[in-house]
């Protein structure tokens, strides 16, 4: 979260109750220790879960949604191919899964803890949709797959200049169903039948979007397009 103004306005910042701070420092405590267990149990470094979820902003998809879109992904790229992922952890954590086909992935997070992944890391933040590096070479990603962190115009118009530098054409949007109209807009994408979840329900309901013909676009049933 960011914070906003300077020393003078510490007075407006709203204070947490006694019970809310000692719920977030119990969060915190169990969260240390499950890193911890992981470490010592040699947890894999590229599974679901080796990275928490930050439980004030981030929701990732459960595994057999992050596996869908990877297997989507890699049969977009075909043989050789190069894959995005735009703000999609898990499902950059699952292809990792998957290193033994052909295929080579990048994230671009604005979460750091992924840079402990090395140099298919690259620091994102969708305000600054084109601050790439230099050697990310335009239109040189077989398939981009996205998820925009926030349900609103502004963010998916940013992080769509992101994705149409990135890709060479095909493209996987995961967002809200709300955001259909928009995405049709800025992307040239329309909505599957595949509907994503998410290891913690959402309110909004959500959908994937593609502008190329996808296995997604079957029954429902990962299994089926899989």
């Known amino acids: 979260m960011k914070r906003m103004g300077g020393d003078d306005d510490d007075d407006d910042i709203p204070q947490l109750s006694s019970h809310t701070l000692a719920a977030l420092q119990e969060f915190y405590r169990d969260q240390q220790q499950r890193e911890g267990t992981k470490i010592s149990q040699g947890f894999k470094q590229y599974s679901i879960g080796s990275i928490d979820e930050d439980w004030l902003s981030q929701f990732w998809y459960d595994d057999e949604t992050a596996l869908c879109l990877a297997n989507e992904a890699i049969l977009a790229a075909g043989r050789g191919g190069r894959i995005a992922c735009v703000s999609a ?5 699952k292809l990792k899964e ?3 086909k052909d295929f080579s992935v990048c994230i671009l997070e604005y979460d750091k803890r992924f840079s402990v992944y090395g140099e298919e890391f690259i620091f994102y933040d969708y305000n600054n949709p084109l601050n790439l590096p230099r050697n990310l070479i335009p239109h040189s ?10 349900l609103s115009e502004e963010c998916l118009r940013k992080t769509a200049e992101t994705i149409k530098y990135l890709t060479k054409g095909k493209i996987l949007l995961c967002t809200g169903a709300v955001m259909e109209e928009q995405a049709a807009k800025h992307l040239g994408v329309k909505m599957c039948s595949f509907t994503p979840k998410h290891a913690q329900n959402l309110a909004n309901e959500f959908r994937c979007y593609v502008n190329y ?3 997604l ?8 397009c899989t």
């Open 217 to 224: 676009d079957c029954d429902s049933s990962c299994s089926e």
């Open 213 to 215: 013909d996808s296995g």
């Open 98 to 100: 998957q290193d033994d």
């Open 141 to 150: 990603f077989d398939i981009v797959l996205a998820d925009p962190p926030y």
């Open 89 to 93: 952890p898990s499902v950059y954590q």
